[in-house]
């Protein structure tokens, strides 16, 4: 579900952030001179940074924001390692609007990060080992504080994060992170999401997991796991060569997809394994549990 964010907080007054006992301002200033550098202060909150800063370009305007993981924000700032529901979400929504001030209809997303944890059917380690590339894109290695856990592909618009869950907080080991980072909001303008007041509408944020599939689907994906004696000379080399990252780059638009086309036909009818499609499946069927528009049934 919806995990990483950053939003612009209108409409605010400042000092309603300022007397907060929850929040604890803490400047960044000058070794030399004491100046505040970039006219910002910021204070951290289970998962979250609230940022004020003071513009350097007008005089008496000041910008509000908020930046962080609200899936963290719902396990007290400590991890994101479990499912976070569209209920869970809503119950963090609310009380970021009774605690901080913060109006859902007039702050404004400016970056937002979708995706799921699944336990896949084999070792983290071995989807990882599997993935190839996607479209002309190669993967680069995926870091979080420090720490090795995956892979990403780096666009312009989105990122494509596929990761150790279980590596990064020492849970099981095949509990994989598949997420989508929006990094120009104009990608989601058709969903009509553009303020947070808009995360709290199901019709708007369901059809998100489409997109996580979609871009699951275009990986190409090789585990290796192939019956070679079926296969002639001719499919033999093609495999191998749709196998190297570094081939997909050189494809023109057509040739890539009628590589894609072929390498999933090969795969359909040689490879001994189906991860890549159960894995499709177990995407699906989790967005699906986690968009449910379900509260827990109140005791009368």
Aim: net charge positive; proline share 2%; glycine share 6%.
């Amino acid at each position: 579900m919806i995990d990483g964010i950053k939003i612009d907080v209108h409409s605010l007054n400042g000092s309603k952030w300022l007397s907060n006992k929850l929040l604890h301002f803490h400047t960044y200033t000058s070794v030399e001179t004491g100046e505040l550098l970039d006219g910002t202060i910021v204070a951290k909150y289970k998962g979250l940074k609230f940022f004020i800063t003071q513009s350097t370009k007008y005089e008496n305007r000041v910008y509000y924001s908020v930046r962080g993981s609200l899936h963290k924000y719902f396990n007290n700032g400590k991890h994101n390692a479990n499912d976070f529901s569209f209920y869970d979400l809503q119950n963090v929504i609310q009380e970021l609007q009774q605690k901080f001030n913060i109006n859902p209809k007039t702050s404004t997303l400016r970056n937002i990060e979708f995706g799921t944890n699944v336990i896949t059917p084999i070792d983290a380690k071995e989807v990882l080992k599997s993935l190839v590339c996607y479209g002309k894109y190669t993967f680069g290695t995926l870091k979080i504080e420090g720490l090795i856990v995956g892979k990403r592909i780096a666009k312009q618009q989105s990122s494509l994060k596929i990761y150790d869950k279980g590596k990064q907080y020492q849970k099981a080991t095949n509990l994989v992170r598949f997420e989508i980072a929006i990094h120009k909001m104009i990608y989601l303008k058709k969903f009509g999401i553009v303020t947070l007041s808009d995360l709290q509408d199901i019709a708007k944020i369901e059809p998100l997991g489409s997109i996580l599939l979609n871009y699951w689907d275009d990986v190409i994906y090789y585990d290796k796991k192939i019956d070679w004696k079926r296969l002639t000379e001719f499919e033999r080399k093609k495999i191998l060569y749709y196998a190297t990252p570094r081939n997909w780059f050189d494809f023109e638009i057509k040739q890539r997809y009628r590589a894609k086309k072929h390498f999933k036909e090969l795969m359909q009818q040689f490879s001994t394994s189906k991860t890549h499609k159960e894995i499709y499946n177990l995407i699906g069927l989790k967005w699906s549990d986690l968009s449910a528009n379900i509260c827990p049934q109140i005791k009368r």
